[in-house]
């Protein structure tokens, strides 16, 4: 091990990613309550909800209600990790979806294309190429806006139908969106099939040949890699990752793919190691347990399976 950071920077994604795939549906004041508890515990950026239509996935219809009533505390983007402001961002599929995220407040939207061809045809009916280039009006809109937009990368590292996706192809999509002038990506492993050999060698490259971009990675506990996989992203010189508070989490459009790594997992093994992560544990097993009890499962934490006098 070596080379590693002496601080990173985690984004909260629990409020979409891992609320948009439970039977359990919340209500806002539920959803505002899990936010404002995993700020008040040390999140700089939280993942809200999605601008998406009600009928694909039902427990993101709320989003704009989220959006109007929560109290931010938004400020300039320094995403410091001991700051005291907040990034609020949702997930957007296209334009209606980006406009509904600034008619609601929103500053930041984040907008999605798989990287495999095969899963973006059976969801978009289009090339990943072609789906970045019809967020042409996703970006002007913005910038018209004073807002900002990132950009993901899902399936990063595999899909079923295909298995590993080459690099090559990885990098069609990152230099589309470049061309876009979205420079904050993020890599998903959205089917949880990536491994730290993997993980290490596709970010060294993407950091090495993208200097400009700003890489975010995101994992899933699918095949119980997604720490080694951290671990493997730090030493490729990631420092920027998303977490789910109690390993909620799992994608509607891609079958199989469960959890995402557990917030309170990740700040366990970070703060073992010495790295800064701006959290405040205990209130971070708080938000997850509070979590996990709300949507009546435990998620997929192994410290929330640790009884709470275990000594953490």
């Known amino acids: 091990m070596f080379g590693l950071p002496e601080k990173v920077f985690l984004c909260e994604v629990g409020p979409r990613d891992g609320l948009q795939n439970e039977k359990t549906l919340l209500s806002v004041e539920q959803k505002i309550e899990l936010i404002e508890a995993i700020v008040d515990a040390g999140a ?38 001991a700051g005291s402001k907040v990034e609020y961002r949702a997930l957007a599929l296209n334009l209606k979806g980006v406009e509904r995220a600034h008619a609601a407040g929103l500053s930041k939207v984040k907008v999605t294309v ?43 590292f595999g899909y079923h139908a295909e298995g590993i996706i080459p690099l090559d192809q990885i ?60 671990l493997a992203g730090l030493e490729a010189g990631v420092t920027r990752f998303d977490t789910s508070f109690a390993g909620l989490g799992g994608c509607p459009f891609a079958p199989g793919a469960s959890g995402n790594v557990a917030t309170e997992d990740v700040v366990h093994m970070l703060h073992a190691m010495g790295i800064e992560t701006g959290y405040d544990f205990a209130k971070t097993m708080a938000a997850a347990r509070r979590a996990a009890a709300l949507v009546g499962r435990p998620g997929d934490s192994s410290m929330l399976r640790l009884p709470e006098d275990a000594g953490l």
């Not at 700089?44 to 989003?63: C, K, L, N, Q």
């Not at 061809?117 to 910038?143: K, L, M, W, Y």
């Open 171 to 230: 990098e069609k999509v990152v230099r589309a969106y470049l061309a876009l002038g979205v420079k904050e990506l993020s890599m998903s492993d959205t089917t949880g099939m990536a491994n730290p050999k993997q993980v290490y060698e596709t970010m060294s490259a993407l950091n090495a040949r993208y200097p400009d971009a700003i890489w975010t990675l995101h994992t899933h506990n699918t095949r119980g890699m997604a720490l080694a996989n951290i």
């Open 114 to 156: 798989s990287a495999s061809p095969t899963h973006s045809r059976q969801n978009s009916n289009a090339a990943p190429e072609d789906v970045i280039e019809s967020f042409g009006q996703c970006a002007a809109f913005c910038r018209e806006k004073g807002m900002e937009l990132s950009g993901a990368i899902s399936t990063g």
């Open 44 to 81: 700089r950026s939280v993942e809200i909800g999605s601008f998406v239509h009600p009928r694909a996935v039902p427990s993101m219809a709320d989003t704009d209600e989220v959006a109007r009533r929560l109290k931010k505390r938004e400020g300039p983007a320094g995403l410091d990790p």
